[in-house]
Every structure is written in C-alpha cells, then in structure tokens.
C-alpha cells in the first residue's frame, strides 16, 4: 500500500514539474517572439534609413606577442606587424636584437 501511495505521489509530482517546464518555456518563447518583433521593427526602419542588417560583432581577442594575455584588437598595440597588450611590450619587442646580434 506505501509503495502505491508512493507512486502516486511521483506521479504528482512529475505532472507538476513538467506544467512548471511548459510554463517556464512558453514565456521564454514569448519573450523571444517579443524580442524578434521589436528587432523586425527596428531593422525595417534601419533598412528604410539605408543601413544594413548586419549584427554588431564583438571586437575579437588578439594575443600579445610578449607575454601572451589577450586584449580586444582595437585596444591592442601594433608594433612591425605584431599586436601587444602595452605600450612597454612593443617597446621590448622592438628593442630586441634580431638576426645575428640575436645571437
């Protein structure tokens, strides 16, 4: 008998987490819908204004020649083709010897 109540219990429970998942998913859905209704609108006046529909990229991470952190390429130091964190990295890569006074 324990074991039957116990089952109709899970049941229970079960029928109430998924309504909550549903639920949870519908509103998420409808906050999309709504998302993508407010960007329609907004690239169809972009479109009228002659802009272009393209997303708005991230500026990318470039890797600093000297020590290897990565900074965002606008912010980054270009120095005989290579990017840098600083401005005292580029200057240490630039004073650095090359070809046979590397040696």
């Given at each position: 008998m324990?074991?039957f109540?116990l089952?109709?219990?899970?049941?229970?429970v079960?029928?109430?987490?998924?309504?909550k998942l549903r639920?949870a998913?519908e509103?998420?859905?409808?906050?999309?819908?709504?998302?993508a209704?407010g960007?329609?609108s907004?690239?169809?006046?972009?479109?009228?204004n002659?802009?272009?529909d393209a997303?708005?990229?991230p500026?990318p991470?470039i890797?600093?020649?000297?020590?290897?952190?990565h900074?965002?390429?606008?912010?980054s130091?270009?120095?005989?083709?290579e990017?840098?964190?600083?401005?005292?990295?580029?200057?240490?890569?630039?004073?650095?010897?090359?070809?046979?006074?590397?040696?």
């Amino acid at each position: 008998m324990r074991n039957f109540i116990l089952l109709i219990f899970l049941f229970f429970v079960t029928q109430w987490l998924l309504k909550k998942l549903r639920r949870a998913n519908e509103r998420a859905q409808a906050g999309a819908r709504d998302a993508a209704d407010g960007a329609r609108s907004t690239n169809s006046t972009r479109a009228r204004n002659g802009a272009t529909d393209a997303p708005q990229l991230p500026d990318p991470l470039i890797r600093c020649t000297q020590c290897g952190v990565h900074t965002p390429r606008s912010e980054s130091i270009v120095v005989a083709g290579e990017r840098f964190c600083c401005n005292e990295h580029a200057r240490r890569y630039a004073a650095r010897p090359t070809g046979r006074d590397a040696r």
